[in-house]
């Protein structure tokens, strides 16, 4: 008896990993090979200079809050896509992806307004420093080319995220893996030329490198769009999608009620981190660059914690959507608890190694210096990240977006932000302590997400009744 419950208890732990490694494996590699790629682009104007290299930093802090827009909508609706999955209900599924289209359109418009109209003044919120104004006005003056080219490529990404958002639901992450590294090779490709004008074209710099963005997210989206519409039979939601737009009047209420404050969620933390890096950079320029590699390298690690999310908020769901509701317990314990280990072996080995990474761009000593001991805390605080998002995606796969966004975005503009605020303007605390002040503060947040999770307030199969 003994040796049978310890063969069934193997074979348990097999398909479990098995089956979380096949959906966090392809997200890690894809977010990887990008995040690895948005690094080689980070050095690369890097080499140009260290007002180009905080100009892009700078506008890509606020394309952010476009980008978590973006996911905010369509998690919304993949809560119900994920759980219409798990049940069989290929209409459901459908009319969940047309809302997705719907929806980020909507934010495509709304972006193109915002930034077109207000990019100016928002980049000059990150500008700061006496007796630096040549440095400021270069910063402003690429940051502005920066963001033109790169509004160009916010309808392509929104798109791209409807389509693979819908493919996850299902299961399938491979082709959006595929479709990642295509893409993050041709944005290389095209950076080493156009940055620095190889193989015959001119030296364009900060806009070459936008160019190289813009043209890797078309390539992305077509190698999504065109997979999805050429198997049917796997992907059966994509069959008359388009022949007709309606969307049901009751799961679009549904959607809107659960989907709303995740979405608004989204927007305001990325609305915050950016307010916090603005609190930073009150410190300097030089806080800013700093900011900005310390920042590349630790989403390149971030990648496994990103991925278990994400693996979380699928086979979770889909298990929800089937009434397994005490398999979606254990298996939600396990993956969170497997995404804290993995983060503290990785996070250690990121701090070791933390002086190493700086040395690769051409930058100030003290630039590199403070990027190093900005990325030691990060990496330190990976474990915490760890527990908090898989805790986040565990609340989210049961429809509690009013808890997680009180859990999320809540406790930042109430906590983290005004802390940052007051030490940032009040004080004279370095930025080295002032960042670990405010990282520590989520320690709060793990005290909550533990107490949420435990009492079981996610375990709900919002579907059933569709």
């Not at 944005?187 to 890797?216: D, E, H, Q, R, W």
């Not at 971030?302 to 298990?319: K, R």
Request: charge should be positive; charged fraction near 10%; proline fraction near 3%.
């Amino acid at each position: 008896m003994k040796k049978t419950g310890h063969t069934r208890n193997w074979t348990d732990d097999k398909e479990f990993y098995k089956k979380m490694f096949a959906i966090a494996i392809p997200i890690m590699i894809q977010n990887g090979i990008t995040n690895f790629v948005g690094l080689l682009d980070n050095i690369m104007v890097g080499r140009v200079g260290t007002e180009q290299m905080s100009g892009i930093a700078i506008v890509n802090q606020l394309l952010f809050v476009f980008n978590l827009a973006v996911f905010g909508a369509i998690s919304g609706a993949g809560i119900f896509g994920a759980q219409f999955c798990g049940k069989g209900d290929t209409e459901g599924v459908r009319h969940t992806f047309r809302f997705k289209i719907y929806i980020c359109t909507l934010i495509f418009l709304a972006g193109i307004l915002l930034f077109g109209l207000w990019g100016e003044q928002l980049i000059g919120l990150y500008l700061h420093g006496e007796g630096n104004e040549t440095a400021l006005a270069a910063t402003l003056h690429y940051a502005q080319q920066y963001l033109w080219v790169m509004l160009f490529g916010l309808l392509p990404f929104a798109i791209e995220q409807a389509y693979s958002g819908t493919l996850r639901e299902y299961g399938e992450t491979k082709v959006a893996m595929t479709a990642g590294i295509a893409a993050v090779f041709v944005n290389l490709g095209l950076n080493y030329m156009l940055i620095f004008g190889k193989c015959g074209f001119p030296v364009l710099g900060v806009v070459g490198a936008a160019m190289a963005t813009v043209i890797s997210r078309y390539v992305e989206m077509t190698i999504v769009v065109l997979w999805t519409h050429t198997h049917p039979q796997k992907m059966p939601f994509i069959v008359g999608a388009y022949r007709e737009l309606r969307v049901s009047r009751q799961l679009t209420l549904q959607i809107i009620t659960k989907g709303t404050p995740l979405m608004i969620n989204e927007i305001l933390w990325a609305a915050g981190m950016a307010a916090l890096m603005q609190c930073y950079s009150v410190r300097g320029l030089d806080t800013v660059a700093a900011l900005n590699i310390s920042t590349t390298i630790s989403n390149l690690f971030n990648v496994v914690l990103i991925a278990l999310g994400g693996a979380i908020a699928v086979i979770v769901g889909q298990l929800l959507g089937a009434g397994k509701l005490e398999e979606a317990r254990t298996t939600a314990n396990r993956m969170i608890r497997f995404s804290v280990l993995s983060c503290v072996v990785i996070g250690g080995l990121v701090a070791l190694a933390a002086p190493l990474f700086p040395l690769l761009y051409n930058t100030s000593e003290e630039v590199r210096a403070l990027a190093a001991n900005i990325l030691r805390i990060a990496s330190c605080c990976m474990p915490i990240a760890a527990y908090l998002n898989a805790c986040y995606f565990t609340l989210r796969s049961g429809g509690k977006t009013i808890v997680t966004f009180l859990f999320d975005s809540a406790f930042l503009w109430v906590v983290s932000t005004p802390v940052a605020f007051a030490l940032s303007r009040y004080t004279q605390m370095p930025i080295v302590p002032l960042y670990l002040c405010v990282q520590l503060l989520d320690l709060i947040k793990c005290a909550s997400g533990f107490v949420l999770v435990k009492k079981d307030v996610w375990l709900n199969n919002i579907v059933g009744e569709q």
